[in-house]
């Protein structure tokens, strides 16, 4: 069968003060090709930073440390000390699969009601920007014990590429000058405006060289006294001090710091054709949602159809409406809510969901599906998931994999700016709404040391034992849509994995069906609408990483939409 043209971005974006997240625009990306290692980020000089770490010998765990701390200074608005992570490790020398949950958890102290006055929920600008908003940090901590259980070069080696840029600076990218113009609430942050703006209260151009000695300092402590130093004493003692001295203050304590604690959970795995598909199981909603998502595609023939056609967005969109309407019921920490994850993924329950779609018209609206009798228990949630994070993907020489989505929630998280790093605002994750229209409690409620639910959804593939693919996105609740995307792309369409990360965006999140403005979906618009899909054409910017294993060596690629990069050796 003759395949299609792949569909490609057909745009660069002069002006992108229409773009949410501020990407550097579309220009095409070329699959990168190696034989022994490889990493991918969202930044150049993160990648730089644990390509070094890769060609001096560390693993995949020490590769992506040096990543993520490097990510800290150059994407601050994404992730970084003050945020958490999902991080999924194979260890090849033990035939293991680890999930690594570095969620940020709320306050011990927080109650359901935290976003309501008088019986209605805070609008959410006034709810996101404030010490309210705040969780307990989880990503030191987190990285901390992956690399107490598979890191190979010393802990403290791995800061000094970010100690180094830190203190002699790095010139500011497009995207970041683009990301603090746009940020009005940063700006009135006094620490944050010190720092990301001029005497004039202007950003900092293009290529001015920014340094953060303050941010240095403290990967100073960690490198030597280890997590301890962030999360008891001084810096600490900031955290709390900036966080319930805020004009609309939060109920953080050193004791929620110092009792922080990462988990250890069994992966999340399901098939889809020959492949096994793991990563983060739940409180994350994105593997979950991404294994309902290809569970329900698998009863159609998506090999067959081009891609991105209108039948490849339908089907794959009217997938997206069954697999969210159920994480808006089901999905929430797991340590407060027992979380149905194997029935919702079950073959059958799947086949069942399936049989909800009509070839040539669309559902609309998406009802849950009740694969265990617990639907009239549990309310629809109001959780707002804001896209600003990112995503790493590692491959060592030994054949060590690892896929990690880090994150300090939306656009430079709750904006308050402690010793050089954002915190993150993680916990309007939660349902601002602890309750329905009907009165139903919704499982997503905020609670003490609860932590909210997430789309992320950090991915390593199998193809019989063996691992074959590593992949993961930002972009809030889409990102289910991205990777599914791009395990379609790979698996389905057989194309490379630039080509597929580089694939227009297009899904539901059971509203309307999703197109990415600028390229060639554009032309889907009437068909989908002949077929009942409202649709919205908008800014769509995922920032997927991924890496391909093969018989070939390794192959990745990076999302043209961001400033990635892949390096390789």
Known sequence: MAIAPVPTLTRRVADEDTNPEGGSGFTQKPLVRAKNFMVASANPLASEAGYEILRRGGNAMDAAIATQLVLNLTEPQSSGIGGGAFLVYYNKGRDALTTYDGRETAPASATPERFMRNGRPLPFSESVNSGLSVGVPGLLRTLELAHKKQGKLPWADLFQPAIKIAEEGFPVSPRLHIMIAKSKALAEQDAAASYYFDQQGKPWPVGHVLKNPELAKVFRMVAERGADAFYTGDVARDIVAAVRGHERPGDMTLADLANYRPKEREPLCGMYHAYRICGMPPPSSGVLGVLQMLGVLESFPMADFAPASAKAVHYFSEAGRLAFADRDFYVADPDFMKVPAKALIDPVYLKARASLIEPNESMGVAP??????????????????????????????????????????????????????????????????????????????????????????????????????????????????????????????????????????????????????????????????????????????????????????????????????????
């Open 368 to 569: 849950p599906g009740d694969p265990v009798s617990r639907l009239a228990e549990l309310g629809q949630d109001d959780a707002l998931e804001i896209p600003s994070t990112s995503h790493i993907v590692v491959v060592d020489a030994q054949g060590d994999v690892l896929s990690m989505t880090t994150t300090i929630e939306s656009v430079f998280g709750s904006k308050i700016l402690v010793r050089g790093f954002l915190l993150n605002n993680q916990i309007t994750d939660f349902s601002r709404n602890p309750v329905d229209g009907e009165g139903r409690l919704v499982a997503n409620r905020v609670e003490g040391n609860k932590r909210p639910r997430s789309t992320m959804a950090p991915i390593i593939v199998f193809k019989g034992d063996k691992p074959y693919l590593a992949v993961g996105s930002p972009g809030g609740s889409a990102i289910m849509n991205y990777v599914a995307k791009t395990l379609v792309g790979v698996l389905d369409w057989k194309l490379d994995i630039q080509q597929a990360i580089s694939l227009p965006n297009f899904g539901s999140r059971n509203k309307q069906t999703e197109l990415e403005r600028g390229t060639s979906l554009e032309q889907l618009v009437q068909p989908l609408r002949a077929m009942g899909h409202d649709v919205n054409v908008l800014e769509f910017p995922s920032g997927l990483q991924g890496i391909v294993i093969d018989e070939n060596g390794l192959s990745g690629g990076a999302d043209p939409r961001r400033e990635g990069k892949v390096l390789g050796g």
